[in-house]
């Protein structure tokens, strides 16, 4: 069974820092990369970073620049580190990884969320928090 479990989250200040891991298993291939998405209430689903097996990264307009992602693959694991972070940060965040061989992250850029589900396996989320 896949699993995906995110940790990391939690409240801080504006301006502080958080680090989230996402750890996968019962994967029966390899992913071709592995990201994060957040969703915030109210708020538009947003794809923010994602992270190929070959080290390739992306992230959005709005986290370019105080967020890093990152990988160990012995540890099968996926970090993300929050710098800066800002109230509009606050939001659920979620590991996710294409479902098989034949999809990529960076495929699904134009999707909402609720249609990139239908490619994707996401884990339960974990929440941030930043307030002023």
């Known amino acids: 069974e896949v699993q995906m479990v995110e940790s990391g989250g939690g409240s801080v200040q504006a301006g502080g820092s958080l680090r989230l891991s996402c750890t996968l298993s019962g994967f029966t291939y390899d992913p071709f990369d592995i990201g994060w998405y957040r969703q915030a209430p109210g708020n538009e689903c947003e794809m923010v970073s994602h992270?190929?097996?070959?080290?390739?990264?992306y992230y959005s307009d709005s986290v370019k620049g105080r967020f890093t992602i990152s990988q160990d693959g012995a540890k099968k694991t996926v970090y993300m580190q929050m710098n800066s972070l800002k109230p509009e940060d606050t939001a659920v965040y979620f590991c996710?990884?294409?479902?098989?061989?034949?999809?990529?992250?960076?495929?699904?850029?134009?999707?909402?969320?609720?249609?990139?589900?239908?490619?994707?396996?996401w884990g339960q989320g974990t929440q941030v928090t930043v307030s002023e």
């Open positions: 996710a990884a294409p479902r098989g061989i034949l999809f990529k992250l960076s495929m699904l850029h134009e999707m909402t969320c609720e249609e990139s589900r239908t490619y994707t396996y």
């Open positions: 992270i190929s097996r070959d080290g390739e990264t």
